[in-house]
């Protein structure tokens, strides 16, 4: 394997950082375990050949690779399922009988697209009991362009499969090939997918009734956790939600959202 240098490494961190939110000033090793596919496939004699190649790279294309591949896309269907269930207990039964609007969920950070799925499951669920009249729209995003891509083919191994109750197994999944299972094309229509780095999303007009952006904030510095909670609040209608992960926290991110529940946050009607 070559070696990265420090001289190599000082150049690579701080771009990552800055650019994508990612710290990985103490993943050196995480770094030449996972690039050394991409020195060779560049044909890169190092990491400073390889870093110029791609800064040089006017496609894009091995700064997208790299970022799959340094990213961390782990995720699975009905993963901390006390958001799901507050959305079928708390959310959808105070929705006004009056209201047209659609339903928006963003999901942030998706990876390769279970969590999306998991909501669609349980608002057709929902909506096949009379619970919930409107329509609903999900967008998933993420980084990482293979996790996207996975996402919207939306087939997945026998051991994801496992995960979801068996009543949504043959309602909404369907088996192809070798133990490999599909979303059924019904799932399609209710969520999309794109590739978007949440460090350079525009500010979004408040939108969205929920955002999950679950295991995403770990990754970041304070700096751009603050940043990406302020734009996330402003993509939130009042009294909308933002569902962030259990092992994380706003305590020390300025914000102006209500505690509800441990990871469960909500934007206030009047601003306090
Ligand atoms: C551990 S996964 C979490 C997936 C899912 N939200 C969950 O909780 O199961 C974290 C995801 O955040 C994505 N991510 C990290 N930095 C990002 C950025 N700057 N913009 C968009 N996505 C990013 C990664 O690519 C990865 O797929």
Not at 29 to 39: D, G, P, R
Not at 187 to 210: C, G, W
Request: aromatic share 12%.
């Amino acid at each position: 394997m070559i070696e990265l240098n420090d001289a190599e490494f000082s150049k690579m961190y701080p771009y990552i950082r800055s650019h994508y939110g990612i710290n990985l000033e103490k993943k050196k090793y995480l770094i030449e375990s996972k690039l050394w596919i991409e020195l060779a496939r560049s044909k890169s004699g190092s990491y400073a050949e390889y870093w110029k190649k791609l800064q040089n790279d006017e496609t894009g294309a091995m700064e997208r690779r790299m970022m799959d591949l340094l990213t961390t896309n782990y995720t699975f269907f009905c993963r901390e399922e006390q958001h799901f269930d507050f959305i079928r207990r708390i959310i959808v039964p105070a929705l006004p009988s009056n209201r047209i609007r659609p339903l928006r969920i963003f999901s942030a950070g998706c990876a390769t697209g279970q969590e999306c799925y998991t909501l669609a499951m349980e608002l057709l669920d929902l909506r096949r009991a009379g619970k919930l009249q409107i329509p609903f729209y999900i967008l998933g995003t993420d980084l990482s362009e293979t996790a996207i891509a996975a996402a919207q083919r939306g087939f997945y191994n026998s051991a994801d499969y496992a995960r979801l109750p068996q009543a949504w197994q043959s309602a909404y999944c369907e088996e192809f090939h070798d133990g490999q299972f599909k979303v059924r094309e019904l799932l399609h229509s209710f969520v999309s997918f794109k590739r978007q780095n949440l460090l350079e999303m525009p500010p979004i007009a408040p939108t969205y009734d929920i955002i999950f952006c679950r295991n995403v904030l770990i990754y970041f510095e304070d700096g751009e956790r603050e940043n990406l909670i302020k734009k996330l609040s402003g993509a939130l209608q009042k009294g909308g939600y933002l569902m962030i992960g259990h092992t994380e926290s706003l305590i020390t991110i300025p914000n102006h959202l209500k505690y509800i529940q441990p990871a469960v946050y909500q934007k206030p009607e009047v601003r306090t």
